[in-house]
């Protein structure tokens, strides 16, 4: 017993290493900062103080435990969000000590929000991965056809997308058909679904060209198309594939894979569709150049007869110049037909391009609406008519029946009705009056103003 007391208390002061509080503060900062890397917490902001000086200060905690934090002016400048109260963060930081109260606390250097945080680590990680196996290598993207025959668009069937990339491409070349691949463009299963269909789209090759499209949302919206099973099909699959997905500064894993990005699903209709008015001007311009080379080749082959012919002329003999003669006129008559024959065909070139372009024209719908108006304005004028007559003749009926028991009736008939005079109540019986009382009769035609002389009860 005494000499574990010995132990613990040695004899004299000068035998005691003794620790300043200062010096034992100081030596666990050391140990903390020494024994932990640089480290990423996760937790809810509280008690979030913002002083003069520009530092944060706040608390990051779970349901079970909170510790303090500090993150200086200079950090605190890179972040891309405003620190609250209650919200959930992932801080970057080191852990340390507050030697003037001896109280261990994390050195914030970054921070971002959390959940979008994950997304984005997720994002720079696969990225990184898919980059180094080379899925965004230069040499494997294809080049898109000048002049698809058909255009494939993989997105959601009732999306604003979908609206966009039709009407772009019924504006610039409406010729072209297009085949909608119907998929959801968000949730748990999208990204298998966008996977299958770019597949099944590649192993058909209905289409020269394929649109995987989305309009805007968040980076988790847009989640669906940083799947890796997503750029794989992309990048496995056989046919030219634009993408189209987001807005402008919206990038997805899938944009680094496809053989070209564009910003809007907008740009990857225009991107992938030629310019209907631009290959009708090619088409009349080479249409103009043939015409040219045909009068030119003509002109040529009508000098080189001349020049044959001038030599025929001086070689002389009969006979030769009769064959030469002959072959001329062959020569002429085929250069006539072939001649007229092109003509035709371009004649014919122009009245089929004509008729393509009056297809598009609205004035047979307008005629047709217009002479279904006319039809429907005469069948209303028609049935109008019958219905009037219809009215008619029932008003004629309810103005017999009304006649037949109209009181003006029966005063035709010889009767009268008898009235008070000058009060006018009606006098149906002969007890109703006194002898001397004067009443009024009226007849069919006009009235009599009579004065009673007697009464008779039957």
Not at 99 to 125: H, K, N, P, T, W
Not at 424 to 445: H, K, M, P, W, Y
Request: hydrophobic letters at 40%; proline letters at 4%; one cysteine or more.
């Amino acid at each position: 017993m005494q000499n574990d007391l010995a132990d613990r208390y040695p004899a004299t002061a000068t035998e005691r290493d003794v620790y300043t509080v200062s010096r034992l503060n100081s030596e666990v900062r050391a140990l903390l900062e020494g024994s932990f890397p640089l480290l990423w917490v996760e937790g809810e902001i509280s008690n979030l103080a913002r002083p003069s000086s520009g530092h944060l200060y706040f608390s990051l905690k779970d349901p079970n435990a909170q510790v303090r934090c500090a993150m200086f002016k200079g950090a605190n400048r890179a972040l891309g969000f405003t620190p609250a109260n209650g919200m959930q963060v992932l801080a970057r930081a080191r852990v340390g000590l507050y030697e003037g109260r001896g109280e261990y606390q994390l050195i914030v250097e970054g921070m971002e929000e959390s959940g979008e945080g994950a997304l984005r680590r997720a994002f720079d990680q696969l990225k990184n991965r898919l980059a180094a196996e080379g899925l965004f290598a230069p040499e494997h993207k294809q080049a898109l056809p000048a002049l698809p025959r058909q255009i494939g668009v993989i997105t959601s069937p009732t999306g604003a997308a979908l609206r966009d990339i039709l009407h772009v491409l019924e504006r610039r070349f409406a010729a072209i058909p297009v085949i909608v691949y119907p998929v959801p463009v968000q949730g748990k299963t999208a990204a298998g679904d966008i996977a299958r269909m770019i597949r099944l789209a590649s192993q058909r090759q209905e289409c020269d060209v394929l649109i995987v499209a989305r309009g805007g949302g968040s980076l988790e919206d847009l989640w669906s198309f940083n799947d890796e099973i997503v750029a794989r099909a992309i990048y496995d699959c056989a046919i030219p594939l634009v993408t189209g997905i987001g807005h402008e500064i919206d990038f997805t894993i899938a944009d680094f894979v496809a053989d070209q990005r564009a910003p809007t699903p907008s740009a990857a209709a225009e991107l992938v569709s030629p310019d209907g008015a631009e290959w009708l001007q090619h088409l009349r311009r080479l249409d103009a150049r043939l015409l040219t080379l045909t009068r030119n080749r003509l002109r040529q082959q009508g000098q080189t007869i001349k020049w044959l012919n001038g030599r025929l002329v001086q070689q002389h003999p009969g006979r030769r110049l009769q064959q030469q003669g002959q072959r001329l006129d062959e020569l002429e008559q085929r250069r006539v037909r072939a001649q007229r024959s092109l003509l035709r065909d371009r004649l014919a070139t122009l009245a089929e391009l004509r008729a393509h372009l009056r297809q598009y024209s609205p004035s047979h719908r307008v005629a047709r609406s217009e002479a279904h108006r006319h039809q429907l304005t005469q069948r209303l004028k028609a049935a109008m008519r019958l219905k009037l007559e219809r009215q008619r003749t029932q008003l004629e009926s309810l103005m017999r029946a009304l006649d037949t028991v109209s009181p003006l009736a029966t005063l035709r008939r010889g009767y009268a009705i008898v009235t008070e005079y000058p009060d006018g109540g009606v006098v149906r019986s002969a007890t109703d009056v006194n002898i001397g009382d004067r009443v009024q009769a009226r007849l069919s035609n006009g009235r009599l103003i009579c004065e009673v002389r007697e009464t008779h009860d039957k």
